[in-house]
């Protein structure tokens, strides 16, 4: 490690190059082609940078000689460690392990993604608004978190350490065995370089349609249609919770190309619509009338998507520490199902997976179909599953709202009690079970009462309904 201020050349002091080159134009226009008023063609591009996100504080902070930690093992459990957690430590020092370091690339520089669209928008009969959009983009040096100093990756350079992986049976190969190789930087335990490694691509069709108010039954309403498909090699650029993510940084550390996939948030298709009515009761009444048929509102958002694409995991894998993982392909893809849990009440097998590991030894099973076990994290890939194959189900959403208002005497203030539903039909949607695509892990529960490896998913998403009292002034 070396401090900011020894640096040499234009590193010297520090963290890493400045980037001056971060040019961004934009660019739009808008047509009138008939000059009537009523066709408009709209068109526009631009780049777009995204700031740093504040690794530099990682490499100042997390990083040795001022942070680093040491784990105790095989600690026996006796009265004074109950009383004083101190006396885990033995009267002598404790010698510092590998750290772990964290390392934001020298060069790096900063992401920026090309974005263009184009929209031609006519009004018809005078209160209805169609429109048709085509957007895209494109996402280039984005950031990524990439662990380049793994268990065994020391093989990678010098393949005199590496043995062969046996299956359970004690004959078949597997694959290389990095278990008595060293990492890259055997001082070192993993190194997480903050890097411009990620790249992304979107294009997306929109058709829209919507209408002015009519005034005479107070109806306004809408819709609109998105057909899309967002593609990248890492959907974050650090941690994420997604039921896609399958460990952090690339399955290849060398080699990002290998996740090209549809992004973990892709939605294929998307329709939603919307109204708000305003009742045109008593509208002429002045009245008894005016305070209660007056002032009625009912309003209402429906939204229908297909589900978002999830990978399967392969955790263990025996040098993985946290690393993206996948199992190999080694058959056909299996289809999707629904089939309820022998045990669990709210737990259905949604995506079959065959059993990759041998309960007895925790070894490969030889000749897994349609999944084997991931050799290792340093590879080889040939063979490995694609990132985000598969799909999660749909969503359906249908929430509304009845509202009631009363005008205030003073500063044309009023009074609103609202009602809101959300997921009025109560439709339960279907969820992937993010701990079960790891399939080294038994998530299902057959009728036979054997516990197996597959993708679970439960039903959620209640009916609520909001009370609510409002003032608007």
């Not at 199992?327 to 997976?353: E, K, M, W």
Request: charged share 20%.
């Amino acid at each position: 490690m070396m401090r900011t201020v020894d640096a040499p050349g234009k590193l010297k002091g520090r963290f890493y190059l400045p980037d001056y080159k971060n040019f961004a134009p934009r660019m739009g226009l808008a047509y009138d082609p008939f000059g009537d008023g009523k066709t408009a063609v709209r068109a526009g591009g631009g780049l777009f940078y995204d700031r740093r996100v504040g690794w530099e504080l990682f490499r100042a902070f997390q990083n040795p000689p001022a942070y680093s930690f040491v784990r105790l093992d095989n600690i026996a459990l006796t009265p004074e460690i109950v009383t004083d957690e101190y006396a885990v430590f033995p009267n002598s020092s404790v010698p510092l392990g590998r750290s772990l370091i964290q390392a934001p690339d020298l060069h790096m520089r900063s992401a920026y993604t090309a974005a263009w669209n184009a929209t031609v928008e006519r009004e018809l009969a005078g209160r209805l608004v169609a429109s048709a959009s085509y957007l895209g983009s494109s996402g280039s040096k984005l950031y990524a978190i990439n662990n380049v100093n793994r268990v065994g990756s020391g093989g990678l350079l010098n393949a005199t350490c590496l043995s062969t992986r046996m299956a359970a049976d004690g004959i078949t190969p597997i694959g290389p065995d990095y278990s008595s190789c060293p990492r890259l930087n055997s001082e070192l335990a993993n190194l997480s370089v903050r890097q411009n490694g990620g790249h992304s691509s979107y294009h997306a069709l929109q058709v829209r349609l919507d209408t002015q108010p009519l005034s005479k039954i107070g109806l306004e309403f809408g819709g609109n249609y998105t057909l899309s498909h967002s593609i990248d090699n890492r959907s974050v650029s650090g941690l994420s919770l997604s039921v896609a993510e399958t460990g952090v940084g690339y399955l290849d550390a060398f080699r990002p190309e290998l996740d090209r996939g549809s992004s973990d948030f892709d939605v294929r298709h998307r329709l939603t619509a919307h109204f708000i009515w305003e009742l045109p009761l008593a509208s002429g009444a002045n009245d008894w009338r005016r305070h209660i048929f007056r002032g009625w509102e009912f309003s209402g958002f429906f939204s229908y998507q297909t589900g978002q694409p999830f990978s399967l995991a392969d955790f263990g894998t025996p040098d993985f520490t946290g690393e993206r993982t996948r199992p190999r392909l080694t058959g056909t893809l299996p289809h999707r199902t629904l089939i309820h849990d022998a045990l669990a009440p709210n737990s259905y097998l949604f995506l079959p997976v065959n059993q990759v590991y041998d309960p007895a030894s925790g070894l490969c099973i030889a000749d897994a179909a349609p999944f084997g076990c991931e050799v290792s994290v340093n590879g080889p890939f040939e063979h490995t599953l694609s990132r985000n194959v598969f799909r999660q189900p749909g969503l359906f959403f249908l929430n509304t709202a009845l509202i009631k208002n009363f005008h205030l005497p003073r500063d044309a203030a009023k009074l609103q009690i609202r009602t809101e539903f959300y997921n009025l039909l109560n439709h339960p949607n279907l969820y992937v079970n993010g701990s079960s695509t790891d399939i080294s892990t038994r998530s299902f529960t057959a009728g036979d009462g054997l516990v197996l490896p597959g993708v679970t998913a439960s039903f959620r998403d209640n009916r609520q309904i909001v009370l609510a009292l409002k003032i608007i002034y």
